[in-house]
């Protein structure tokens, strides 16, 4: 079992009301194999919202209070990042995940790459907050730029 970023799904859950379906992960779940998870929405936030980026260093700095999320308006919305993380970890324990396909760069859910929180659009290695959390209890975190399953099937590389 797996949990995924609900965007795969086809869901409208990014934060500017959009999704990022990806066929393969949407096949997933639905024939039960994955369960979508949006910790964003999970932690209380709107959508649409604001965007929002990891400020002073990555979701493990977030996690152990040394980091803020912060959304391009100034409000701090760590609290709501962290709740959903913790949302989304009880979901992935609840099934039994022991994988996430989660959307890169954001700073929930990015497994490698994280906008680096000056909303410039720059990235810097790093984890989103919800893969930390994850990553920490045992949980294989992948993006979808990563994820082998895309590729079962296909010849070539």
């Not at 500017?16 to 209380?44: F, S, T, Y």
């Not at 980026?53 to 709501?80: F, M, P």
């Not at 680096?116 to 949980?139: M, P, Q």
């Amino acid at each position: 079992m797996k949990i995924v970023s609900a965007c795969f799904a086809g869901i409208n859950c990014r934060y500017d009301k959009k999704h990022n379906r990806i066929e393969e992960i949407r096949k997933l779940v639905r024939e039960g194999d994955a369960i979508p998870v949006c910790p964003e929405q999970m932690g209380g936030l709107p959508t649409p919202r604001n965007p929002a980026e990891i400020v002073g260093g990555d979701g493990e700095d977030v996690l152990d209070g040394k980091a803020k999320v912060i959304d391009n308006q100034g409000n701090d919305v760590t609290r709501q990042f962290v709740e959903g993380a913790r949302e989304a970890l009880a979901m992935a324990q609840a099934v039994g995940a022991t994988e996430a396909i989660l959307k890169e760069r954001s700073p929930s859910c990015g497994s490698c790459m994280i906008y680096d929180g000056t909303f410039s659009k720059s990235k810097k290695a790093g984890l989103g907050v919800t893969a930390a959390l994850l990553r920490r209890h045992g949980i294989r975190v992948v993006s979808e730029e990563t994820w082998q399953g895309k590729e079962e099937g296909k010849e070539g590389s």
